[in-house]
């Protein structure tokens, strides 16, 4: 029997609720399975945990996570702790440590999902964005000259490296490769002069080792317009890091809304422990009172099972998710619903049982 250590950091605000759900999800999958089981230890790092500590993870954080074979992670920050630090100290930090250089982010509208774009079929919305996670925009380099002074100046560079760059392009074409997708890549070369000419440059010269692979590339802006006029022309989409955040926002509106969008953080090598999360954050204005939608972490749990493997009980989430959709009973209120977050969850794993 294959067993799988995860590290469950349950967060802030919705982030414990939330996660409940997804880990009924998994466990439902190793119930059914008797090839594998999982094993959760549970960390209570977060804005609490910084209130008390000062710090919002313990100091040897990334020591004790190492040992995992992934991360399963809620929502991080909570006012009274600012931004900056809870998403740097914690969540910047684990996707840094563990060279998790890939954000996966699916943009899928599922058959029952609430879409803005009037009458879209739902097969014309199925995307996969392949994010750039570790460096580009976010990179966190620059300076603030003359602070306060009438004259100030702020440099925030982006760091675009020709190792990080062609891995996240070679990655994508990968991706597309194997479900036989076309590519599109999304830059912004005209106005970027150095980086984006890079990533042009590095696009097509990984190109050149995928003959089989159909592309097309982007200006940033053109994309965002495309995205909701003609989204069936996006299949697999590869992205720096900053036009890949607010595209996938862009995308999980036209896909289901945030309750629906789910990412994976993916060191590809396996050498480290990859991380599994909902896009959303801890969402303040509802935390504690059992409202808050699960699905998108118990999707981003069904990216889990597919990291490891067992496509058939991802699958069965998804499915699950899209049967409770379609039937339209079971829930929350930003669905227009009246249910619990937790009775959304069993209803996913009653569902589940039924498929397989
Ligand atoms: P948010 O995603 O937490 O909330 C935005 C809006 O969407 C709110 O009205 C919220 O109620 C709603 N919402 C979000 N998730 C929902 C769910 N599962 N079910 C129902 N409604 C949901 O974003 P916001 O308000 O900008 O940030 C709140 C905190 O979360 C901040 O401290 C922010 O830094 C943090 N954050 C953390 C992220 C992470 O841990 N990965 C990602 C985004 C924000
Ligand atoms: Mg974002």
């Known amino acids: 029997m294959k067993k799988f250590n995860i590290a469950v950091i349950p967060g802030d605000g919705i982030g414990p609720e939330v996660i409940d759900e997804g880990i009924k999800v998994l466990n439902k999958?190793?119930?059914?399975?008797?090839?594998?089981?999982?094993?959760?230890?549970?960390?209570?790092?977060?804005?609490?945990?910084?209130?008390?500590?000062?710090?919002?993870?313990d100091p040897d954080a990334i020591q004790?996570?190492?040992?995992?074979?992934?991360?399963?992670?809620?929502?991080?920050g909570f006012p009274g702790v600012p931004d900056h630090i809870s998403l740097r100290d914690l969540l910047l930090n684990i996707r840094k440590n563990f060279d998790q250089y890939v954000n996966l982010r699916p943009v899928k509208l599922l058959k029952g999902a609430p879409s803005p774009l009037i009458s879209i079929a739902n097969e014309n919305i199925d995307m996969l964005f392949i994010r750039e996670n570790s460096e580009g925009e976010y990179a966190g380099e620059g300076n603030w000259l003359y602070k306060g002074k009438s004259h100030e100046v702020v440099l925030q560079n982006s760091v675009f490296s020709r190792k990080g760059t062609e891995r996240i392009i070679r990655m994508a074409?990968?991706?597309?490769?194997?479900?036989?997708?076309?590519l599109t890549s999304i830059s912004k070369a005209n106005a970027l002069n150095y980086s984006m000419v890079f990533w042009d440059e590095i696009f097509e010269e990984v190109k050149s080792e995928y003959p089989e692979v159909e592309t097309s590339s982007l200006l940033v802006d053109a994309a965002a317009m495309l995205m909701v006029k003609d989204p069936k022309r996006f299949e697999v989409v590869v992205t720096s890091n900053l036009f890949g955040d607010i595209l996938t926002d862009l995308g999980a509106?036209?896909?289901?809304?945030?309750?629906?969008?789910?990412?994976?953080?993916?060191?590809?090598?396996?050498?480290?422990?990859?991380?599994?999360?909902p896009v959303h954050g801890s969402a303040p204005d509802i935390a504690g009172k059992d409202i808050s939608n699960p699905l998108a972490s118990i999707w981003s749990a069904s990216q889990m099972l597919d990291f490891f493997g067992y496509k058939k009980y991802a699958q069965a989430?998804?499915?699950?998710?899209?049967?409770l959709l379609l039937e339209g009973q079971i829930l929350t209120p930003d669905m227009n619903g009246t249910s619990s977050t937790s009775e959304v969850g069993d209803r996913i794993v009653s569902i589940m049982e039924r498929m397989i």
């Open 253 to 277: 509106a036209i896909a289901g809304g945030i309750g629906l969008a789910a990412g994976a953080n993916i060191n590809p090598e396996r050498k480290y422990p990859s991380m599994f999360e």
């Open 173 to 182: 074409f990968e991706t597309a490769k194997k479900e036989g997708r076309s």
């Open 317 to 323: 989430a998804i499915d699950a998710i899209e049967t």
């Open 64 to 76: 004790q996570l190492q040992e995992f074979d992934a991360i399963y992670l809620g929502a991080i």
């Open 29 to 57: 999958a190793a119930e059914m399975d008797t090839s594998f089981q999982f094993s959760f230890t549970y960390f209570p790092w977060g804005c609490e945990f910084y209130l008390k500590n000062g710090k919002m993870m």
